[in-house]
């Protein structure tokens, strides 16, 4: 890892073992945000990403998770009037796991007619595979924990 701006956001992670079950690293970003030049490294790295991939301008809109469930599924919502049909998307999450956020945002996205162009996350959870289920979505992340 060269880049020291990617070297400062990497910093910022920190972790906590066996959270929330043993075996489970949890990987809080807390401190980034807490820090204006670690999270400002952050959104710029990300945002040079998307330029350099799409070369277009991004607004923003909130998909949230309805109500807090337990288990694995969750419901999404989005205003209906924040996407034209085609309107191009990317889906920006601060952490990858299993996929389940954000496969649920882009199944949303679709029934929205929206065209999701790539998933981005701070943090990605190789292990978990959540990339390779996101297919064919392209993904990026800026750091990658087993």
């Known amino acids: 890892m060269a880049d020291p701006e ?3 956001v990497a ?3 920190r972790s906590f073992p066996d959270f929330p ?3 489970v690293v949890f990987r809080d970003i807390s401190p980034l945000l807490k820090d204006p030049a670690s999270f400002r490294a952050a959104i710029g790295l990300m945002m040079g990403h998307l330029k350099a991939t799409h070369g277009l301008g991004l607004g923003c809109m909130l998909i949230r998770k309805r109500g807090k469930l337990p288990g694995p599924t969750a419901d999404l919502e989005i205003q209906k009037d924040t996407l034209e049909p085609g309107q191009r998307v990317v889906v920006v ?3 990858l796991a299993t996929r389940g956020t954000m496969h649920a945002a882009c199944e949303l996205l679709g029934r929205l007619q929206a065209k999701v162009l790539e998933c981005v996350s701070l943090v990605e959870l190789t292990s978990l595979k959540g990339r390779e289920k996101l297919a064919p979505v392209p993904f990026f992340s800026l750091l990658q924990y087993e």
């Open 6 to 8: 990617l070297q400062l």
């Open 11 to 13: 910093r910022r992670i």
């Open 21 to 23: 079950t043993p075996g």
């Open 93 to 95: 999450d601060d952490l």
